[in-house]
Nanobody, 113 residues
Framework: VQLQASGGGLMQPGGSLRLSCRVS????????MAWYRQAPGKEREPVAH???????TYADSVKGRFTVSRDYARNTVYLQMDNLKPEDTAVYFC????????WGRGTQVTVSS
């Protein structure tokens, strides 16, 4: 199983980024997926879930600003992040909803003016 997150970077507050996570080695169509993040000195936390059928849930801290989606043809999960805040600074990862797979490297998102 490989989980390859990309798309992070440095962004000013209020800006937007779109993260991608290419998934291989699993039957992507039947796996509930999630995005997680880990800020410096903090534990990794889930921020958005998307079911195999496409229904979504979000952490309160990102609700209304982040949108998770998936492309079954590309085996890819996306996280559209709008109105970014400094507290969104973290390394972002994707995994299954139960974090069943080995963690990939993640992608760094830094929000700073």
């Amino acid at each position: 199983v490989q989980l390859q997150a990309s798309g992070g970077g440095l962004m000013q507050p209020g800006g937007s980024l779109r993260l991608s996570c290419r998934v291989s080695g699993i039957n992507f169509r039947i796996v509930h997926m999630a995005w997680y993040r880990q800020a410096p000195g903090k534990e990794r936390e889930p921020v958005a879930h998307i079911s195999a059928e496409g229904s979504t849930t979000y952490a309160d801290s990102v609700k209304g600003r982040f949108t998770v989606s998936r492309d079954y043809a590309r085996n890819t999960v996306y996280l559209q992040m709008d109105n970014l805040k400094p507290e969104d600074t973290a390394v972002y990862f994707c995994n299954s909803r139960t974090a069943a797979f080995p963690w990939g490297r993640g992608t760094q998102v830094t929000v700073s003016s």
